[in-house]
T-cell receptor, first 113, second 114 residues
Framework: AQSVTQLGSHVSVSEGALVLLRCNYS??????LFWYVQYPNQGLQLLLK??????LVKGINGFEAEFKKSETSFHLTKPSAHMSDAAEYFC???????????FGKGTRLHILP | EPEVTQTPSHQVTQMGQEVILRCVPI?????FYWYRQILGQKVEFLVS????????KSEIFDDQFSVERPDGSNFTLKIRSTKLEDSAMYFC????????????FGPGTRLLVL
């Protein structure tokens, strides 16, 4: 079975600072990994995903994540935070054998002016 | 860009009433899903549907829930007798392939059971 752990339910960074949201996963088979963003009162938007190939994945809005198998991690980063990045971020895992996506509990990102 | 749509955006119902949440998946997609998110909690898988039958369901998806694709375009989630704890945001998703390839999520229906 797959699972996802997101460290930190709330993260605050200053505008212009580095964003780092941590995600560790557990999977008995090669995982597919995702980051979704949810703005207040809105649905889920895919930021980026890893399935196979290059382990550094670039997504929308300047975000990227690196799949590190040895660390079972898929941390999300952005070099310079913007006020518009304030939202809830969900790490998620699936596989090519599963129908479902398993989500982490989410990290709420606060941007300080 | 094609997108998944859901109606209604908000629904308020009395406990014990039946509700039907509707979704229009992306037109060439074959796999359909429902997830829910109780306020302040994580998104949870409910059910997946392919070839007019349920392919997987979670333990949340008990006999009070059912899904249907009545007309080849809509995909519905029915809750037969709503409980207070069914209050949540319900997301529909669809995908063109099986497995964890990208599922496209709709904007959600916020259900409030009083």
């Amino acid at each position: 079975a797959q699972s996802v752990t997101q460290l930190g339910s709330h993260v605050s960074v200053s505008e212009g600072a580095l964003v780092l949201l941590r995600c560790n996963y557990s999977s008995s088979v090669p995982p597919y990994l995702f980051w979704y963003v949810q703005y207040p009162n809105q649905g889920l938007q895919l930021l980026l995903k890893y399935t196979t190939g290059a382990t550094l994945v670039k997504g929308i809005n300047g975000f990227e994540a690196e799949f590190k198998k040895s660390e079972t991690s898929f941390h999300l980063t952005k070099p310079s935070a913007h006020m518009s990045d304030a939202a809830e971020y969900f790490c998620a895992v699936s596989t090519n054998r599963d129908d479902k996506i398993i989500f982490g509990k989410g990290t709420r990102l606060h941007i300080l002016p | 860009e094609p997108e998944v749509t859901q109606t209604p955006s908000h629904q308020v119902t009395q406990m014990g009433q039946e509700v039907i949440l509707r979704c229009v998946p992306i037109s060439n997609h074959l796999y359909f899903y429902w997830y829910r998110q109780i306020l302040g909690q994580k998104v949870e898988f409910l059910v997946s549907f392919y070839n007019n039958e349920i392919s997987e369901k979670s333990e949340i998806f008990d006999d009070q829930f059912s899904v249907e694709r009545p007309d080849g375009s809509n995909f519905t989630l029915k809750i037969r007798s709503t409980k207070l704890e069914d209050s949540a945001m319900y997301f529909c998703a669809s995908s063109s392939t099986r497995g964890g390839e990208t599922q496209y999520f709709g904007p959600g229906t916020r259900l409030l059971v009083l």
